[in-house]
């Protein structure tokens, strides 16, 4: 079975980066759309950058222009890569992908656990 697991949260300062990890194991012949969501306690889950096959990212407003979204398919890694941090980037970051586990061009869709990330003053 097909497994996301983050990485590379932590406590860091105002201003500063983290590049958070998203590692698939497991049968992933091919990973499609990918999308990093956070979450904050009483609080939906929102999007925070997405990247679908084509190469086309889109990002929520609160965070263009500091962090980018990518992935490495030899990896079968998504990688979010946070620059000069904000207080209201505390969240736990969700990763999620569509991912091929037969090669039949069908997909599931996958979460991993989260990783918690607080940036403090």
């Known amino acids: 079975q097909v497994q996301l697991v983050e990485s590379g949260g932590g406590l860091v300062q105002v201003g500063e980066s983290l590049r958070l990890s998203c590692k698939a194991s497991g049968r992933v012949f091919n990973i499609y759309d990918v999308a990093w969501y956070r979450q904050v306690p009483g609080k939906q889950r929102d999007m925070v950058a997405t990247?679908?096959?084509?190469?086309?990212?889109d990002y929520a407003v609160s965070v263009k222009g500091r962090f980018t979204i990518s992935k490495d398919n030899a990896k079968n890694t998504v990688y979010l890569q946070m620059n000069d941090l904000k207080p209201e980037d505390t969240a736990v970051y969700y990763c999620n992908a569509d991912i091929d586990t037969t090669g039949t061009y069908n997909w599931n869709k996958y979460w991993g656990q989260g990783t918690q990330v607080i940036v403090a003053s």
């Open positions: 990247l679908n096959r084509r190469g086309w990212t």
